[in-house]
Each structure stands twice: as C-alpha cells, then as structure tokens.
C-alpha cells in the first residue's frame, strides 16, 4: 500500500512541475507523457513497481531541472496558445 501512496505522490508532483514549463508544446507534451506512462504502468506489482517508482523519481528530478533552465531561457514571445482573449 505504501507504494501506491509513493506512485500518487510522484504522479501529482510530475505534474505539477509539468505545469511550470512556459512552453505549451513542452508543457503538452510532459503532462501527455507523464499520464501515458503511468497508465502503462498501472498494473506491475513486486520488483516491476519498484523499477518504475525509481525511474519516476528520476525523472521528477530531471523535470524540476529542465524547468529551472527553460525559465533561465524563456522564450520572450508567449505561443499562441498562452494568450488570453478579452
């Protein structure tokens, strides 16, 4: 049961910092991503979840990574998709 706790926590944190990156087709694509890949590993049990949980956290530190250097270099021109409409 704990993991279940752990694999919920990493999956909201995923996408949370998925939701930090300025760039809509990055930010897309890392919410799309983080999803599909817990669905694919919905099912394991035993030493399968442990090797998926690792790799999670892995990537949560790239991601934390990725998003601190993309708003070092961000883009000055918002995509088409950020504007807001009055």
């Known amino acids: 049961m704990a993991a279940a706790g752990e694999a919920l926590r990493l999956y909201r944190a995923l996408l949370r910092e998925g939701t930090k990156f300025k760039n ?6 890392t ?3 983080v999803k599909e890949e817990f669905r694919n590993h919905r099912d394991d049990a035993g030493e ?14 790239v991601a934390k ?8 270099y961000a883009p000055a021109q918002l ?3 950020d504007i ?3």
């Open 84 to 86: 807001k409409v009055n």
């Open 65 to 72: 990574r990725q998003v601190a250097v993309y708003q070092l």
């Open 79 to 81: 995509s088409i998709m």
């Open 48 to 61: 399968d979840l442990q090797n998926a949980l690792k790799k999670a956290r892995e990537q949560l530190e």
């Open 24 to 29: 809509y087709n990055v930010r897309e694509y």
């Open 31 to 33: 919410l799309r991503k």
